[in-house]
């Protein structure tokens, strides 16, 4: 079987493109900044437009640049450090202010879920939506699941729909002994619902986190947490449970 020489493949163009613009950013350009229309950078790179795209697009998952609706292609600050280390294994929402509930729902889980959590395809479990907040700015949506057997108890509180019923969904799901967690993590792209809170464009590179949160020996709650890649670095301090998704 014959190899590649990777040493023979040519660079593509946009590549090269995406390292003449970043020099670009660093000199010309200030955080915050808007960037010229496409026409006009495809002009002064003397390059295709289609070209250009690819270059940008590289640079905006990198997070060099950000899309913003009604704004256009701004320079970005440099990313801000979320930790999403599992040391502290807590549930969510045990002393944890960056997080911000936003309502709660009774839904079918996704199948991906619904295989984590251990239960039938068509069976409505509680769904927390929170926000977290870094430094005033949502910097991720998470879609919290919670399976009716992990909190028997909530159909008794009288608690009406939005933030208070997410509360009230957490903090039964605070009774039962915490055994564990695990992460992975893996790259994606946002949902229409998922963009719009965190103020970016459908289809944007995001950073997926999914957790499963163990007691029992089961698993009782899984968390979907997507975060911006464009502003997010993700650090997980000396957790050992953590799996990059491929």
């Known amino acids: 079987m014959g190899t590649t020489q990777l040493e023979t493949v040519p660079e593509p163009k946009y590549w090269h493109l995406k390292t003449v613009i970043g020099e ?11 960037l010229p229309n496409e026409r006009e950078l495809a002009a002064r790179f003397g390059v295709a437009r289609a070209t250009l795209r690819q270059a940008l697009e590289q640079l905006e998952l990198e997070g060099r640049l950000q899309r913003r ?5 701004t320079v970005a600050p440099p990313r801000v450090g979320v930790d999403v280390s599992t040391t502290q294994h807590s549930w969510p929402g045990v002393a944890e202010e960056t997080w911000q509930s936003v309502d709660s729902a009774t839904a079918v889980a996704p199948a991906s879920v619904t295989r984590l959590l251990d239960i039938e395809p068509d069976e409505q479990v509680h769904v927390v939506r929170r926000l977290r907040v870094t430094h005033g700015q949502p910097v991720a949506a998470e879609l919290l ?18 933030p ?22 893996e790259l994606g792209s946002a949902r229409a619902d998922d963009a719009k809170e965190l103020d970016r464009l459908p289809g944007a590179p995001v950073l997926v986190v999914t957790t499963r949160y163990l007691s029992e020996g089961r698993t009782a709650a899984v968390s ?5 890649a464009d502003t997010c670095r993700l650090t997980f301090g000396d957790s050992g449970d953590l799996v990059m998704a491929s």
């Open 24 to 34: 670009a950013l660093d000199s010309d350009f200030a955080v915050g900044e808007i």
């Open 69 to 73: 609706r009604g704004v256009g292609t």
């Open 145 to 162: 699941y919670v399976p009716s057997g992990s909190v028997p108890e909530l159909t008794a509180i009288d608690t009406p729909s939005g």
């Open 164 to 185: 208070a019923r997410a509360r009230s969904v957490l903090r039964e799901l605070q009774r039962l002994a915490l055994d564990g967690q695990d992460r992975a993590v």
């Open 224 to 228: 979907v947490a997507t975060y911006r």
